[in-house]
């Protein structure tokens, strides 16, 4: 399957510039990036696409066993930096798909000039000590109304998950993304988001300035 098609991958910007890979995070797709990427056009050549199962990508292009860990996904992220022969890269990856980037780049560290974390975080779920965010049954609940199949089941997720009283129009995107991804699909792809521990393996990444992250504010 093409690669580019696979992932309704877009290219704007600059056509010979430096590359700026943007990767959207769990629930949504690439569109999350439009108030963004635009103001690297005039720079870089901006490349976004959307996960398997998320957006515009091929439903078929989703492999349960690939797509059952982060390293199924950063390997995603490389194919499409190898068919449109990306190097030098600023990969740009919002939340889950930080860790997507880190995973990338540590296979191919040639590829990458910077990683650029949104709101990322190693591991979702509290261990001991290190705070993650969420309990164990804040995760199971997740995944499990990830599951839903009809779009009132899908509303109460985007009530429970993305609450903006003073803002709806922000739930009413992520909404409307996420009605658009195939339920088995979304729910594996929560389950991999809410069960990874990647705390191993961010020693490998190469120290600042060459990794930086932007918390959530």
Do not use: K
Not at 16 to 28: E, I, N, T, V, Y
Not at 58 to 78: I, W
């Amino acid at each position: 399957m093409d690669v580019v098609a696979r992932h309704n991958v877009t290219e704007r910007g600059v056509p010979d510039g430096r590359p700026m890979l943007f990767a959207h995070g769990f629930g949504c797709d690439q569109h999350m990036w439009r108030f963004v990427a635009p103001a690297f056009e005039d720079r870089f050549r901006v490349v976004l696409f959307d996960h398997v199962g998320s957006g515009g990508a091929d439903p078929a292009g989703h492999d349960p066993e690939r797509h059952g860990s982060l390293a199924g996904y950063a390997q995603d992220v490389l194919d499409v930096c190898r068919a449109l022969d990306l190097h030098d890269v600023v990969f740009v990856g919002h939340s889950v798909s930080a860790m997507m980037g880190a995973l990338a780049a540590i296979e191919e560290p040639e590829r990458f000039s910077h990683l650029v974390m949104v709101s990322p975080s190693p591991r979702y779920t509290d261990d001991g000590d290190y705070v993650g965010g969420s309990r164990r049954p804040t995760s199971r609940t997740c995944w499990s109304r990830s599951t839903a199949t009809t779009w009132g089941g899908r509303r109460r997720w985007r009530r429970w998950s993305w609450a903006t009283p003073t803002g709806p129009s922000l739930g009413a995107e992520p909404t409307a993304s996420f009605c658009r991804a195939d339920p088995a699909v979304a729910r594996r792809f929560a389950r991999v988001t809410f069960t990874s521990d990647n705390r191993a393996d961010l020693p490998w990444c190469a120290p600042p300035p060459w990794c930086c992250s932007a918390p959530t504010t």
